[in-house]
């Protein structure tokens, strides 16, 4: 597990102090069951407990979805927490103290370039409004604003900007402010001309800044206000400016949004102003991006009242459909507001509408029930495959939720639409297979079912009996494994021990990647000791033989299949040399 802040030493010692069965707890309603604990996975959704915690070991497995891992892994999931945040979480629940991070000069030097990229974003912004708001060029970029109607403190709250028609404007300025333009071009403002030198990125248009929640500029979007394409131009990606992740006028909006404990989600930069300039604060952009789980996590740390504003056209409605699954996965109960059909937020205030969106706002629509409603109207209720549609695909967006509780409610009232009691629904196959998301695990659990016996009581034997891990290691049979994910847990195990002259499963569950991770609980779950009913000794014996076997089978046929082609072709190509390979291997065989 990548680890740039924490000592091995602390990461250990919070990992022994903790109790995953306390921790699961907070999240999980867990019973005893044999040597283990179980409870519904908080992962996926599902009406029989499948996951499963061992105190013991303190590890977890979910044999529905496959996840698994120690305690630090749990949070991480369970909590959309990054490695060094569990790792805080876990500290000052046990009461362990942590040194205060002392950053990396790698990250000290990356620290540093975001400020530097920080201020050039700064110093274009000054430029790009000082022009607009004061200069004779600006004159062009005013009366546009105005004729759409932006007001001047909407100007100034936003510190929207305008640049000229000219290719040398702020590369002068940045020039002149001894900018490195290397950096300046990283961020989208300038471009490289073929010849050297440098030109403006945006040219005739009204600047958009975009800040972060600290109020720092992250970007750029571009209105051209003449003829032309693009409509829009938009600073790229950078290390200071990840699309998915930045909601427009959050800076602006996040204290009216805690006032009002609601947020209206729009999409364009003037859907924003026509709404901040309106009254309605509490509201955001995203900017031609769709929403994002990211965006969704932001917004809910001002409020769990979160309220789309998309555009009232078949666009719109695609947009909210596909934000639906998000917000139910974060488990946010969302509504919708709708416009009259074709308008945007924009237009709709700009003739003055203000009462009347305040009323739609008031009336604005739970999402599940308009998709609910788009799903019956979308489908032949007069006949039953219409209604068999509708069950399915309003089960599968229901097994989104990962609570059971409300689940169950919405379940309630997609059999209400359907005219048909609960019952009717429950009997229907797992929803959670229905959902392309749960489908990718359905099918990762699949694959690890069919793992080679043998290779798989080898690692069995590795986890159940570490001290036989060197002697295992010397046979080679290791090197000799078909299947890649068991030969990974194994070199995984084995590095561990050489390390550390001992195997900690728990330790050994953070230091390895997904899925061999979850492919090492499964088996700690799902397989005895496979020692238990005879030596270690004579299992191993059992099983290196029984994969070489195999192996030399797999050999068999692709040098026969070798040999055949060799013996269509024009021959010469190597069959003596084949054929005594055949010779070889026949004889190695009846050796078992
Ligand atoms: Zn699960």
Redesign the pocket.
């Known amino acids: 597990m990548a680890n740039g802040f924490f000592s091995e030493d602390k990461v250990s010692e919070i990992r022994e102090r903790s109790n995953i069965l306390e921790v699961v707890s907070d999240y999980v309603t867990l019973k005893k069951a044999g040597k283990n604990h179980r409870g519904l ?4 959704s ?1 009406k029989t407990p ?2 499963m915690v061992n105190e013991e070991k303190q590890i977890f497995h ?6 698994g891992g120690n305690v630090f892994t749990f949070l991480m999931k369970a909590g959309n927490l990054t490695f060094p945040q569990a790792v805080e979480e876990l500290a000052k629940r046990y009461g362990i103290r942590l040194p205060s991070r002392e950053p990396s000069p790698a990250q000290k030097r990356e620290v540093e370039k975001k400020e530097v990229l920080f201020q050039i974003n700064r110093i274009a912004c000054d430029y790009f409004h000082d022009l607009l708001t004061r200069r004779r060029e600006g004159e062009i970029g005013r009366r546009y604003l105005s004729q759409r109607g932006a007001k001047d403190e909407m100007i100034e709250e936003h510190r929207l900007g305008y640049a000229p028609d000219a290719w040398n404007g702020l590369v002068g300025h940045l020039q002149e402010k001894k900018v490195r333009l290397e950096f300046a071009s990283e961020l989208g403002l300038i471009f490289p001309k073929k010849k050297g030198g440098w030109y403006d990125a945006f040219r005739g248009r009204i600047l958009f800044p975009i800040f972060d929640v600290h109020g720092r500029i992250v970007g750029f979007g571009g209105r051209l206000i003449g003829q032309g394409e693009p409509k829009y131009l938009n600073s790229p990606e950078s290390t200071i400016y990840h699309k998915g992740e930045i909601l427009y006028g959050l800076q602006a909006a996040k204290s009216s949004i805690q006032e009002k404990d609601s947020v209206m989600i729009a999409e364009g930069y003037f859907d924003l102003l026509a709404l901040h300039q309106n009254g309605f604060k509490q509201s955001v952009a995203t900017l031609g991006t769709a929403l994002t789980p990211h965006h969704i996590r932001t917004l809910k740390r001002y409020t769990k009242n979160l309220v789309t504003l998309f555009d009232s056209d078949e666009a719109g409605a695609k947009a909210n459909l596909r934000s639906l699954p998000l917000f139910l996965e974060e488990e946010v109960a969302a509504k919708a507001i709708f416009l009259p059909k074709g308008q945007d937020p924009d237009e709709f205030l700009r003739k003055g509408n203000s009462k009347e969106f305040e009323r739609r706002a008031a009336g604005a629509v739970p999402l599940i029930d308009f998709f609910f409603e788009w799903l019956l109207k979308n489908h032949d209720m007069k006949s039953i495959e219409g209604k068999v549609k509708v069950a399915q695909e309003g089960l599968g967006m229901i097994g989104r939720i990962p609570n059971p509780i409300r689940r169950n409610f919405y379940k309630k009232a997609l059999a209400e639409r359907l005219n048909v009691p609960q019952s009717f629904l429950d009997e229907a196959p797992s929803s959670r297979k229905t959902g392309s998301f749960e489908e990718g ?1 359905a099918s990762k659990t699949e694959v690890l079912e069919r793992l080679p016996r043998s290779e798989e009581m080898v690692v069995g034997l590795m986890l159940h009996h570490p001290e036989w891990i060197p002697t295992i290691s010397e046979t080679g049979i290791l090197q000799e494994f078909e299947n890649p994910a068991l030969k990974r847990m194994a070199d995984v195990l084995k590095d561990l021990f050489e390390k550390k002259g001992k195997l900690d499963i728990s330790e050994a569950m953070g230091s390895v990647d997904d899925p061999v991770r979850d492919g090492l609980s499964r088996l700690l779950f799902q397989q005895s000791d496979p020692a238990a009913a005879g030596s270690p000794e004579r299992i191993l014996k059992d099983c290196i033989q029984s994969i070489r076997k195999k192996k030399l089978r797999r050999d068999e046929g692709e040098l026969l299949k070798k040999i055949r082609e060799a013996e269509g072709g024009q021959g010469g190509n190597g069959l003596d040399a084949l054929l005594m390979k055949r010779q070889e291997l026949a004889r190695k065989t009846k050796g078992f």
């Open positions: 996975c908080p992962f996926h599902e499948s996951f979910c044999f529905g979805c496959g996840a695990k």
